[in-house]
């Protein structure tokens, strides 16, 4: 570099509040993007109905956790500034302008749209005074059989003071006259063990009805002799973050179970009304619940549209929802019977949902049947409901297999499925490990050990998702699969860590967080900057879920301004600026929001032509870098590899679903009309390219092709 550059770079002030973006807005920039989809006419429209509901379920969570303890720091006087700038107040008002204008465009979405082109499709939601009498009877029915032994009223007096509703659910609140004119309250929470969507036999069109203008119907069942002035619909959203007293506690699993009851019953943070609710209990609600007007919704239509998921799943309708896409099978292990024999031989990379999740399911149920497998050591951070990976866990265990399961219990909202299956697997002989005090595991490992001919032999599953089956067909991720010692032996020294109390040693492949993650991935981005001073050609590729990390960020703006050439893939939260002078100028951003969830985290750089690719279970945030434990993995066999580096290409070509960060922090759709480049969805590329690969195998192979599943 000049010398005249050298000055340059040091006179800028990385530590300027104006070069970050404020997490909270950035993540709801994000949210505005998953709505975008609500509206893309391209989309079916069941899935336009499931990108609406998404992003009210999101901005439910986003407020249980971070609009809550930006609430907390305002009520402590705490006055620090984020990376932008900004204080908690600050940040509040910012929050609810933009989450204000963003419940418009959720509603102006659903009247002006989807609830027209629903009823297009004979898919209609019902009123009171839509109903015939045929209709009347069958909910007449369903209330006296089914909903009313079910249903508890709660009166505010004097000796029921107002009762701790929890939060998330719709209620119904109820303002009654008694018989000497006196205005009392009352609350009629839904059940959630129903659904919301009441479906009324029809053989001509799809007849819904809400359960909460049901209860409106017979309110009179539960107040006889009172007379009922008002009945309407609010929601109470609380603040959903555990505090875990984790170095005082004795017990974690005791210490998690009891906060999981407080999340039911935290501070409100948030209120949803119907638009047309009347004074008396506007004002009711409000001197109760003692909100700050800025956290206060109006909403003109269907209070909670994360509901709208029971919608977008009817069925019947396919020919509203995406054409159906079965993961295809992998080439390396299709047709073949000992799996361990694949990946003795050769390292294997899957990228779901492209391709199929089966084969992680296969290497269990084998590992667990197989009498070679002396032991199995595994991480756990979300796993679903249902589960084959528990299943087989416990099988192994049955089968007198050493099983190993490292059980993250503090994983956010699947705290009580883990704990329910850390007490599953306990019961089964497994030796459990409720994750580390003051870190989440957040690293995605199976560590097979198997005794062969030869001697002991490890084998290992590296993935930058969890392992869980239902998401495997939704969430976009990467697997590896090998048995190479020096992986092996960096997996093993690593549950050594995780289970008992071993030092971390220095490993020979893996970068774990919180320890050498973080200065891997800086490390590489200053070689690029030292090629690049060198007459180089330096570039970055980075996919990940967001990028927040300050330290990172300040390692990319040098690289920029060396000269570096940096493409970011980046799904959520951007606290990076693009485009900023003499700073930012070299660097590129982008966001995909499509069918699959983006979830993989890929590391490229250029490194003078000798390739470096990594895989990663960490996003660059502080809490993955700094509180987690995680994994970044080379992957260094050349096939592999240039899979990798094929996949990020295809994801800077796509110009139907990608959005630019722009300067001033706007994301706009890219566009194929300027350069008049071929129409592209990745995600769609990637399916045709995955069945094209597998078609391509099958067609070589000598094998029992009657014996095997139809090709979808």
């Known amino acids: 570099m000049a010398k005249t550059d050298e000055k340059k770079e040091k006179k800028i002030d990385l530590n300027d509040y104006n070069l970050y973006n404020n997490?909270?807005?950035?993540?709801?920039?994000?949210?505005?993007?998953?709505?975008?989809?609500?509206?893309?006419?391209?989309?079916?429209?069941?899935?336009?109905?499931?990108?609406?509901?998404?992003?009210s379920s999101n901005l439910e969570e986003f407020f249980m956790i971070r609009v809550a303890g930006l609430e907390e720091q305002l009520q402590a006087g705490f006055t620090?500034?984020?990376?932008?700038?900004?204080?908690?107040?600050?940040?509040?008002?910012?929050?609810?302008?933009?989450?204000?204008?963003?419940?418009?465009?959720?509603?102006?979405?659903?009247?002006?749209?989807?609830?027209?082109?629903?009823?297009?499709?004979?898919?209609e939601?019902?009123?009171?005074?839509d109903l015939d009498e045929k209709k009347k009877q069958y909910l007449e029915n369903y209330f006296?059989?089914?909903?009313?032994?079910?249903?508890?009223?709660?009166?505010?007096?004097?000796?029921?003071?107002?009762?701790?509703?929890?939060g998330s659910g719709i209620n119904l609140g109820v303002e009654l006259e008694n018989e000497k004119g006196e205005i009392l309250f009352a609350f009629i929470p839904l059940p959630t063990i129903f659904s919301r969507f009441i479906i009324i036999p029809s053989q001509e069109k799809s007849s819904l009805f809400l359960m909460e203008d049901l209860l409106k119907i017979h309110a009179k069942s539960f107040f006889?002799?009172?007379?009922?002035?008002?009945?309407?619909?609010?929601?109470?959203?609380?603040?959903?973050?555990?505090?875990?007293?984790?170095?005082?506690?004795?017990?974690?699993?005791?210490?998690?179970?009891?906060?999981?009851?407080?999340?039911?019953?935290?501070?409100?943070?948030?209120?949803?009304?119907?638009?047309?609710?009347?004074?008396?209990?506007?004002?009711?609600?409000?001197?109760?619940?003692?909100?700050?007007?800025?956290n206060i919704y109006e909403i003109p239509n269907l209070l909670d549209l994360s509901s709208?998921?029971?919608?977008?799943?009817?069925?019947?309708?396919?020919?509203?929802?995406?054409?159906?896409?079965s993961p295809q099978p992998s080439p390396s292990f299709y047709g073949k019977e000992d799996i361990f024999k694949v990946i003795r031989e050769e390292d294997v990379l899957l990228h779901r949902p492209y391709d199929s999740f089966e084969p992680v399911i296969d290497l269990l149920r084998q590992a667990s049947e197989d009498p070679k497998v002396l032991a199995i050591k595994q991480t756990l951070y979300r796993v679903g409901k249902t589960s084959p990976v528990i299943d087989y866990l416990i099988k192994a265990a049955e089968n007198r297999k050493q099983v190993t399961v490292v059980v993250e219990v503090k994983a956010r909202f699947d705290e009580e499925n883990n704990i329910q299956w850390a007490k599953e697997l306990e019961k089964?002989?497994?030796?459990?490990?409720?994750?580390?005090?003051?870190?989440?595991?957040?690293?995605?490992?199976?560590?097979?050990?198997?005794?062969?001919?030869?001697?002991?032999?490890?084998?290992?599953?590296?993935?930058?998702?969890?392992?869980?089956?239902?998401?495997?067909?939704?969430?976009?991720?990467?697997?590896?699969?090998?048995?190479?010692?020096?992986?092996?032996?960096?997996v093993s020294a690593l549950f050594n860590i995780l289970t008992g109390y071993s030092k971390p040693p220095t490993l020979k492949k893996l970068s774990v967080a919180p320890t050498t993650l973080k200065d891997t991935i800086l490390r590489w981005?200053?070689?690029?900057?030292?090629?690049?001073?060198?007459?180089?050609?330096?570039?970055i590729i980075m996919k990940v879920n967001s990028l927040l990390d300050i330290s990172v960020i300040k390692a990319l703006y040098k690289a920029s301004m060396a000269g570096v050439e940096i493409q970011l893939i980046i799904r959520g939260i951007c606290a990076l600026k693009v485009g900023v002078k003499n700073i930012s100028e070299n660097i590129k951003a982008r966001s995909i929001v499509g069918r699959y969830l983006e979830h993989s985290r890929i590391y490229y750089f250029e490194n003078n032509g000798e390739h470096k690719i990594f895989i990663s279970s960490a996003d660059l945030m502080p809490r993955n870098l700094d509180k987690r434990v995680e994994t970044l993995i080379p992957i260094e066999k050349e096939e592999l590899k240039a899979r990798l580096e094929e996949i990020l290409k295809l994801y800077l070509k796509d110009n139907l679903k990608a959005r630019e960060l722009q300067p001033n922090g706007e994301y706009i759709k890219v566009t194929n009309k300027k350069s008049k480049s071929k129409p592209m969805l990745v995600q769609e590329e990637l399916m045709k390219e995955a069945k094209k690969r597998f078609k391509k195998f099958f067609k070589t192979q000598e094998v029992d092709k009657f014996n095997f599943p139809k090709l979808k």
């Open 23 to 55: 997490r909270e807005l950035s993540w709801l920039d994000f949210n505005f993007r998953v709505l975008e989809e609500a509206y893309d006419t391209t989309n079916p429209l069941l899935e336009r109905i499931k990108f609406l509901s998404i992003t």
């Open 428 to 490: 089964a002989g497994c030796h459990v490990v409720y994750g580390l005090v003051g870190l989440k595991v957040h690293a995605k490992l199976l560590l097979i050990v198997r005794k062969e001919e030869s001697g002991i032999k490890r084998y290992v599953h590296m993935s930058t998702g969890n392992y869980n089956y239902i998401t495997a067909k939704l969430y976009e991720d990467i697997d590896f699969f090998t048995s190479k010692e020096s992986y092996a032996q960096d």
């Open 80 to 123: 620090g500034r984020d990376i932008s700038g900004m204080t908690a107040s600050q940040q509040l008002a910012k929050i609810s302008e933009k989450v204000h204008t963003m419940v418009e465009k959720q509603y102006a979405c659903l009247q002006n749209e989807l609830l027209p082109s629903l009823e297009k499709e004979n898919i």
């Open 144 to 166: 006296q059989s089914t909903v009313f032994p079910v249903v508890t009223p709660m009166a505010v007096d004097q000796s029921r003071p107002f009762p701790i509703l929890p």
């Open 308 to 325: 709208l998921m029971e919608v977008a799943n009817l069925e019947g309708y396919q020919h509203l929802k995406y054409e159906y896409y």
């Open 525 to 539: 981005i200053e070689n690029e900057i030292d090629i690049t001073k060198k007459g180089g050609k330096g570039r």
């Open 125 to 129: 939601i019902l009123k009171s005074k």
């Open 224 to 294: 006889s002799g009172y007379k009922i002035n008002e009945i309407s619909e609010f929601r109470i959203t609380r603040d959903g973050d555990l505090s875990i007293e984790e170095d005082e506690a004795r017990d974690l699993l005791i210490e998690i179970e009891s906060s999981l009851k407080e999340r039911r019953t935290g501070f409100p943070v948030k209120l949803e009304i119907a638009s047309n609710m009347g004074e008396n209990l506007r004002n009711f609600l409000f001197s109760t619940l003692d909100l700050r007007k800025e």
